[in-house]
């Protein structure tokens, strides 16, 4: 088996177990439960330090990918910059941490399950998307009643 420098086994090699989907979607439950009780943003890796008390990493956790990442920090570290935050369950700080918001202590009560919260963060996750990707239609204005700025005039002949 290829190792890295720290003797990491090396994603080449591993192959994921039945249990991965279920670890990871649980240690993303304990870390939005532990980023909850925290007064304070927490560096990444602390918030690592924290999820891997509550679930351990076993060998394909601690897998590294091609790019020499821990496997279940990439993990980790997508899901809640990108699924929970746009949730809008956490913020991302400048700085590399992580602090729960409102929401996220909410959707903890609202999804007991560790399958039910990542379920509902995709969810929440495709709504931005579309969103963001949509362009929203002006709304419709009485010219008869109002003043519309910011459109621009057409020309008329000859006012050039």
């Given at each position: 088996?290829s190792?890295?420098?720290?003797s ?7 192959q ?8 990871y979607r ?40 091609t ?27 400048a ?28 969810l ?6 579309t969103l963001?990707?949509?362009?929203p ?24």
């Amino acid at each position: 088996m290829s190792t890295t420098l720290d003797s990491a086994p090396s994603s080449v090699d591993m192959q994921p177990d039945a249990e991965w989907p279920q670890r990871y979607r649980a240690r993303l439950r304990a870390t939005l439960e532990e980023l909850v009780g925290q007064s304070r943003p927490v560096p990444f890796a602390e918030v690592q330090t924290m999820a891997a008390g509550r679930v351990p990493l076993n060998d394909y956790d601690q897998s590294v990918t091609t790019n020499d990442a821990v496997r279940a920090w990439t993990n980790l570290g997508w899901l809640l910059t990108t699924s929970f935050q746009h949730a809008g369950w956490l913020h991302a700080t400048a700085d590399g941490g992580f602090r729960a918001t409102r929401e996220g202590a909410v959707a903890l009560t609202e999804q007991p399950e560790p399958q039910a919260l990542y379920e509902a963060a995709n969810l929440a996750y495709r709504e931005w998307d579309t969103l963001r990707k949509s362009t929203p239609a002006p709304d419709p204005v009485d010219l008869t009643t109002e003043i519309v700025h910011g459109v621009p005039a057409s020309p008329t002949p000859g006012s050039r």
